[in-house]
């Protein structure tokens, strides 16, 4: 396996999360799998800091949680976005681009002189 | 790979309050963990490696397994509680919605609650500011008052005298505080307008004793009487504000009272009043005189240690009666059969309120059992009507808990809005008994709507939910599905359950009310009695006021007669007055003296007890003014005077109790001084129209000017406002520094002291009238139930031929068994309570045949006309519609 290009950006977790679960229900390490996969490996999420995201984003009425079974047939908590949590999602995407944008504009200026 | 998309089965959804947190962390971790593993191994690790690799990528799996719960506990109790709100609030909206739909029940029902509270808020605030909270004092039921009886003189309650007082003063093992005080009153000069002032001398730790600072300046102490300094004055906050307009700088200030000069040293806190009314404090002196044989005037308080009962109290106080028996000189002569008892200061200040209060405590309580009876009833009546929408809810699926939280809700929207207007009803209710019984009842000036109070309506308003709610909601729940339905599909009768709890309910607000009825008639006929007793004399058309000399400036007998025979001489000669006289004591006045008397010729039997008689001092035309008719001999003359022989004029009850058939009028009586009886007058009541006639003996004032102050009676043919003011200027000429005080009609203290039986029996009648139309409305409500309920049944009967006649015999005797059975519980229930009516009443037993009579006959005529309507109703129905209705 290879180490991660990149550190996960704090506060960038939950919007990951939101943008990861808008595509459907999913159960933690299948978030984790999810975004290592996405992002071609280069982003590893902390595993000890994902479950506690997504409890918290459950707590905020963001995400809600559900017993289901994989493929497999092993009990999983599956994890879906509400509709509070989509629109929370497109004010945080919305925030992300302006933020980026930003840096990008500050990382292309010229020089002063 | 992963599983996105597919497999995922809703299996179970737990309500959140039941969520097992702990158990479903763990099964996710523990997903995570072997799904990892598996992964791992399936890379080629070896398990135990795989377990190894997969704990190290995840971190430290108690402390995130913690955190989870944590997060997770918060949740599920922040959303249990938002669910339960949601549904409480689903449930207010829900019932407010039936509630809307039903106007006529909702109105009546809320109607109903408010009068009920209303009338316990506003009896309850005066009970409250009366007897719990009549002064704002620390350990107020730790106040005690000793007093002293005298049966043989019927003193009962009686005060102490100086040396008894300062023997109390000086014991440490009953008292922590002890004060003594004495009513008095100064004529209050060299300030503009004289003025008489209720005043209080006070001995002991009067100030500490209602734990009292002042709000300005200080009070007086014990040092102060020691180093002689005893012309000090306290002054209520009133008369500070009063006086001297607020000042502060009124400390130090000189303020005459009765022509000596005293000085200001502090004021009280506003809101402390003690007797209502006294305006300035001062100490009492007790002189040597005083104390060998000083008069009966010291009101003795004390604070009770901590630790001592009242029980003990009174213990203690029969063991120092009779120690101060063996001390010849400490109490009055043994054949007085004295004796100390205690009474709280809270029940001393209400004095005749108290039985009143406790009585309209109770009534009110029957009245709100009354009201909330019949809201039960009008609910019941109700959930008939809605017993198929309830078993169409249980049948879709509602528990028995969703359908009786529903009503429960129900039943709280309702108690809310009758305890709101109750406590509107009870607001109003007290400002007109503020307004209207201040004058005989300073104590009811002060009601107000205090937190005690709000917390008395609350508290009652949930009993009453109790009471209302209880049963409809037990039965609304024990609704039986099936039954239900079906009736209603086959449109027969109502459940005889129901029906018999509906007649209990009705039954028991005819009890009740009966109750609340016969208590009211048996006061009304007390007070037509007590009006129709004579006091003897003709109070009409008599103008009264007092007039007090202050000593420093008339200290001679002949001063004193002098002015007021100048004074009676001068009021006699007004326009449009007839008469005019004076007397020591007034009728219905505040003082009265009485003392032992002998006959001469007629010896105290051995065994009898001591003859006693009222003292009273005559000047000018009295009996006359008063309409105190002249039996025999005659009344007193300008011969009898300072230095001519002794006389006396005696009422007709000493004649008769004492001389019998035997001509009184030249007998020689002594009582101090010897005198001649040249005359009998008629009896007279003299404080009191309940109470039997006592034996007076009356003075002429020339020959006896014992006292400073006398009350100046005048009869009049004139408006008395005009007659005042000119009696006002008649003393102002005769002495310019004398205030003119006390005015009043003689009438008006007649009528005052039926004030507290008046006031009750004006309330009572109230509740007794709520309290009937209430039942009455409940025994028509069941009954018109009950026929629209048989409407079928009876449309049957009609059209198989049975006469209108019988079916309104059959309603009414319906309606008549249920009044006959809540008569006769409440009749049994009066006469089992009634004795606590009697020291209340007068010339009535508690039991008056005729008053039961008349109760239970208006009742049952009441229920007659409540029971002839839905009979009629009943009788006018349409077979042909009542059969095609269903």
């Known amino acids: 396996m290879t180490p991660p290009d990149l550190d996960l950006l704090r506060g960038t977790l939950d919007l990951l999360l939101l943008k990861t679960l808008s595509w459907g229900a999913m159960h933690g390490l299948g978030v984790v799998r999810w975004i290592e996969q996405t992002t071609r490996q280069r982003l590893q999420i902390e595993e000890g800091a994902l479950y506690p995201a997504l409890h918290r984003l459950e707590a905020r009425g963001w995400l809600e949680s559900e017993w289901g079974y994989t493929e497999k047939g092993r009990r999983a908590k599956y994890y879906q976005l509400t509709v509070v949590g989509r629109r929370q999602l497109a004010a945080e995407v919305h925030k992300w681009s302006r933020y980026s944008e930003a840096v990008r504009l500050v990382l292309n200026a010229e020089g002063a002189r | ?886």
């Open chain 2, 1 to 886: 790979m992963t599983d996105r998309w597919g497999g995922l089965r809703r299996i179970f959804r737990l309500p959140l309050r039941s969520r097992d947190v702990k158990g479903e962390v763990s099964a996710e971790l523990q997903f995570h963990l072997e799904e990892r593993i598996e992964e791992l191994m399936a890379a080629g690790l070896s398990r135990a490696a795989a377990e190894r690799e997969a704990r190290e990528r995840f971190g430290d799996l108690p402390v995130v397994g913690a955190e989870l719960e944590r997060i997770d506990r918060r949740m599920v109790r922040r959303r249990g509680l938002g669910e339960w709100l949601d549904a409480v609030g689903r449930d207010v909206r829900f019932g407010l919605r039936a509630l809307r739909k039903s106007p006529g029940f909702t109105a009546v029902a809320v109607l109903t609650l408010a009068l009920g509270i209303g009338a316990n808020t506003a009896i309850f605030s005066a009970v409250n500011r009366v007897l719990l909270h009549p002064l704002d004092v620390p350990y107020l039921d730790r106040l005690f008052v000793v007093q002293q009886n005298m049966p043989g003189l019927k003193l009962i309650g009686g005060q102490l005298t100086p040396s008894q007082a300062e023997e109390f003063a000086a014991r440490t093992d009953l008292f922590e505080l002890f004060a003594g005080v004495s009513g008095t009153s100064f004529n209050l000069t060299g300030s503009g307008e004289p003025q008489r002032l209720a005043g209080v001398r006070t001995m002991g730790r009067f100030f500490d004793l209602f734990s009292l600072s002042p709000a300005v300046g200080r009070f007086y102490h014990a040092e102060d009487s020691r180093n002689g300094n005893t012309r000090l004055a306290v002054l209520s906050n009133g008369f500070w504000q009063n006086w001297a307009g607020g000042d502060p700088g009124v400390v130090g200030r000189p303020i005459e009272l009765n022509g000596e000069t005293y000085q200001v040293i502090g004021v009280l806190p506003a809101g402390f009043r003690y007797r209502q009314n006294a305006q300035v404090f001062v100490p009492l002196e007790i002189t040597p005189r005083m104390r060998q044989q000083g008069p009966w005037m010291i009101t003795a308080l004390g604070r009770l240690k901590p630790g001592v009962t009242p029980v003990q109290l009174g213990a203690r106080l029969e063991r120092i009666t009779s120690e101060w028996q063996a001390v010849p000189g400490k109490a009055p002569p043994p054949e007085f059969h004295f004796s100390l008892s205690s009474k709280s200061l809270v029940d001393l200040q209400a004095g005749e309120l108290k039985p009143l209060l406790v009585l309209l405590m109770a009534a009110v309580s029957l009245v709100l059992l009354i009201a909330c009876a019949n809201v039960a009833n009008l609910q019941l009546v109700r959930a008939a009507g809605r017993s198929k929408e309830l078993a169409v809810r249980a049948a879709m699926g509602a528990g028995r808990w969703p359908i009786m939280r529903q009503l429960i809700v129900e039943n709280g929207i309702l108690a809310v809005a009758g305890g709101t207007f109750g406590l509107l009803l009870g607001f109003l209710a007290i400002r007109s008994l503020r307004s209207v019984q201040a004058v005989d009842f300073p104590a009811l000036r002060d009601l107000h709507l205090d937190p005690p109070v709000l917390a008395f309506t609350a508290a009652v308003t949930m009993l009453a939910v109790l009471f209302f709610g209880i049963a409809p909601t037990i039965r609304a729940a024990r609704t039986d599905v099936h039954g239900v339905l079906r009736d209603a599909a086959r449109g027969s009768s109502a459940g005889s359950g129901r029906n018999r709890l509906l007649r209990a309910s009705a039954a028991a607000q005819v009890a009740f009310s009966l109750m609340l009825l016969l208590g009211a008639g048996l006061l009304i006929r007390s007070l037509a009695l007590l009006l129709a007793t004579d006091p003897g004399f003709k109070p009409t058309r008599v103008v009264t006021f007092q007039v007090t000399l202050p000593p420093a400036t008339y200290q001679h007998a002949p001063q004193k007669v002098d002015f007021f025979d100048q004074l009676t001489a001068r009021l006699a000669a007004l326009p449009g007055v007839e008469t005019a006289g004076a007397i020591s004591d007034l009728p219905f006045g505040d003082g009265r003296n009485s003392s032992p008397f002998t006959i001469e010729g007629k010896p105290v039997a051995p065994g009898d007890p001591e003859r006693h008689a009222d003292m009273r001092f005559v000047q000018g035309d009295y009996f006359k003014t008063l309409g105190i008719p002249l039996i025999r001999g005659r009344s007193f003359g300008p011969e009898d005077r300072d230095g001519s022989p002794w006389v006396s004029v005696i009422d007709r009850s000493l004649a008769q109790q004492y001389f019998g058939s035997e001509d009184p009028v030249g007998r020689s009586i002594n009582q101090g001084p010897t005198s001649t009886i040249i005359g009998v007058v008629g009896a007279i009541k003299h404080g009191d129209l309940t109470e039997a006639d006592k034996p007076t003996i009356y003075y002429t004032y020339r020959q006896a000017p014992w006292y400073s102050g006398l009350y100046l009676t005048l009869r009049t043919s004139q408006l008395p406002g005009v007659v005042v003011s000119q009696a006002r200027a008649a003393v102002a000429q005769l002495d310019r520094s004398l205030p003119v005080y006390d005015v009043r009609l003689m009438q008006e203290r007649v009528d005052e002291s039926l004030g507290a039986r008046r006031l009750a029996m004006m309330v009572l009648l109230g509740f007794a009238v709520l309290a009937l139309l209430l039942a009455l409305l409940g025994v028509y409500g069941v009954l018109s139930y009950g026929t629209s309920r048989r409407t079928h049944e009876l449309g049957i009967r009609l059209a198989l031929g049975a006469a209108p006649g019988a079916v309104v015999r059959m309603v009414l005797g319906g309606g008549l068994l249920l009044t006959g059975v809540g008569l006769l519980v409440g009749l049994a229930g009066f006469l089992a309570l009634a004795r606590f009516l009697s020291s209340i009443l007068y010339g009535v037993g508690p039991r008056d045949p005729l008053t039961i009579l008349v109760g239970v006959s208006v009742l049952a005529a009441g229920a007659v006309v409540a029971a002839w309507v839905p009979a009629r109703r009943a009788a006018r129905v349409d077979p042909v519609e009542a059969l095609r209705e269903e």
